[in-house]
């Protein structure tokens, strides 16, 4: 692009509109070429004193073989995108009788796209709900009772939803040491009370839900489409946790002696960091209870990180 210069006019205080603004090319004609104006095609004398072919582009002169003048005749068709464009980069300001160019602006810097961006899940937290917390316990079936270990592995708030793995030992001889991937709906605007799903009626979400203290309070009104509970700004978060498949084996469906096609009813205490929960499967021992403590973390552990 051609770099302009301010030229004043040979009496700018008699007659301001008579500045003019010239561009300064690189490629200057020699000094013995004789200066036409080609508005009027006669012989005149630069004012810069030098000489050349002068072409007028929206009412500035410009030399023969600037670039914007070669474009602006090689490309008739676009003739009009090119004065826009002219016109917006030489917005003028008269000082003193100087016609000033402006400079075309400096584009910024754009700034670095990342693709990974809108699909990064981004951690949140609640008390001791966080990914990488750990819950260590025991889940009590009739006279047996079973070690049982939760690791959180994400949580996200805003979609009310975590999910984890649920470690528990000793179940069946077959799998002494069972691992299944579960993820968690957290009751609140996102998911109500009612489950509507996996075998269990109202009925059942009565009576299990009954089983937590904390509930009593919305035992009556819990089944209305209006009720909604703010996990945010309470102390106790329910949730029901479905187990989905085993891990690492997870083609393996089914299992003598054990069933992860249930759910858990969870009532998690953000204060105490205590998680109680009830299974329900309608072939399986009702009321399985299962009781968690949160593990604290290590001195030189940390819950979460991400590589970019």
Not at 68 to 87: C, E, G, I, P
Not at 164 to 172: D, E, Q, R, S
Request: glycine share 6%.
């Amino acid at each position: 692009m051609p770099v302009f210069t301010q030229i004043c006019s040979p009496d700018p205080v008699a007659d301001p509109a008579a500045a003019v603004t010239i561009c300064t090319c690189e490629c200057l004609p020699d000094e013995n070429t004789m200066l036409i104006d080609s508005s009027e095609g006669t012989n005149t004398l630069g004012t810069n004193g030098q000489s050349g072919l002068f072409v007028y582009i929206d009412g500035v002169r410009h030399w023969a073989t600037c670039a914007l003048n070669a474009a602006t005749n090689s490309h008739a068709n676009l003739s009009d995108r090119k004065m826009a464009l002219l016109k917006q980069q030489q917005q003028q300001k008269s000082i003193g009788g100087l016609a000033l160019l402006r400079k075309p602006p400096v584009p910024a810097t754009p700034q670095r796209y990342d693709p990974f961006s809108p699909a990064r899940l981004r951690p949140t937290k609640t008390s001791h709900l966080y990914a990488g917390s750990r819950f260590r316990g025991k889940q009590k079936s009739g006279s047996s009772s079973y070690d049982v270990m939760v690791d959180i592995k994400d949580v996200n708030l805003a979609d009310s939803s975590l999910c984890g793995y649920l470690h528990i030992n000793g179940l069946t001889e077959e799998y002494p040491e069972l691992t299944t991937f579960f993820d968690a709906e957290i009751i609140g605007d996102a998911h109500p009370f009612v489950t509507k799903k996996w075998e269990a009626d109202a009925k059942t979400d009565k009576e299990h839900w009954m089983m937590f203290k904390p509930f009593h309070p919305m035992s009556d009104s819990f089944t209305q489409e209006k009720f909604k509970y703010d996990f945010q700004n309470q102390d106790v978060i329910f949730m029901r946790w479905k187990e989905h498949f085993l891990v690492p084996d997870h083609h393996v469906e089914g299992i003598t002696g054990a069933s992860f096609a249930g759910f858990y009813y969870i009532c998690y205490n953000k204060v105490t960091g205590e998680i109680d929960g009830y299974y329900f499967h309608r072939s399986s021992e009702k009321f399985q209870n299962l009781m968690l403590t949160h593990i604290q973390d290590q001195p030189i552990s940390f819950g979460s990180y991400e590589f970019r």
